[in-house]
């Protein structure tokens, strides 16, 4: 599996995409996650219960077994990626879920930054929904963002000029998230990207 994945996460355009569907595939067909990569990923707990909530979905209603908080396990799921900085259409689906459905757990694949028009207000929208439903909405990030916070030197605090060089090669022309907030180098980035 680790070097499908790999593989596929180096191949160039929407190379997460390519990588997460990879590793769908080779899951589904029983190949294991290495244990070395399940070692050190971030909020592995959290994602393991995300996981087991979603295989649970598949079992016949009368053989469910609830994997997390009762309440919690019998809430639809919802899974979304690729926002790049459309707060428009987020809207549009959380309020169309919020008619049609009531209460789910939204689940968002991350790449919020770069490629879009509105990657602040989108951002902003996410941070408050985050903060408005903890228990049910939960955003992972997706390649666009890990390279955007590397860039401003995450996890330190010290931007790194190398990082924004790779990550230069994530966005088209005029649709970079240093542009939407109105920067054109790295300091400038630095200090207009609220943290």
Not at 53 to 74: C, I, K, M, T, Y
Not at 158 to 172: G, K, L, V
Not at 179 to 185: E, K, N
């Amino acid at each position: 599996m680790a070097v499908a994945v790999e593989k596929a996460a180096r191949i160039g355009g929407d190379s997460d995409s390519v990588a997460a569907i990879t590793g769908l595939l080779l899951g589904a067909a029983g190949r294991p996650i290495p244990p070395g990569w399940l070692r050190v990923l971030p909020e592995a707990d959290r994602i393991r219960r995300l996981a087991a909530d979603l295989h649970a979905l598949d079992q016949p209603v009368a053989s469910r077994v609830p994997v997390s908080a009762p309440a919690r396990a019998e809430l639809p799921l919802v899974v979304v990626a690729d926002l790049h900085g459309r707060p428009d259409l987020f809207a549009a689906l959380v309020h169309r879920l919020d008619v049609e459905i009531g209460r789910y757990r939204l689940v968002t694949l991350g790449d919020y930054t770069d490629n879009g028009p509105d990657i602040a207000p989108l951002l902003d929208r996410m941070i408050a929904l985050r903060a408005e439903r903890p228990d049910t909405f939960h955003p992972i990030l997706g390649n666009h963002d890990l390279a955007c916070l590397r860039a401003l030197g995450f996890p330190g605090e010290t931007p790194d000029a190398r990082w924004f060089q790779e990550w230069n090669h994530y966005w088209d022309e005029g649709l970079s998230t240093p542009a939407r907030y109105g920067a054109s180098d790295l300091d400038g980035f630095a200090r207009a990207m609220p943290l």
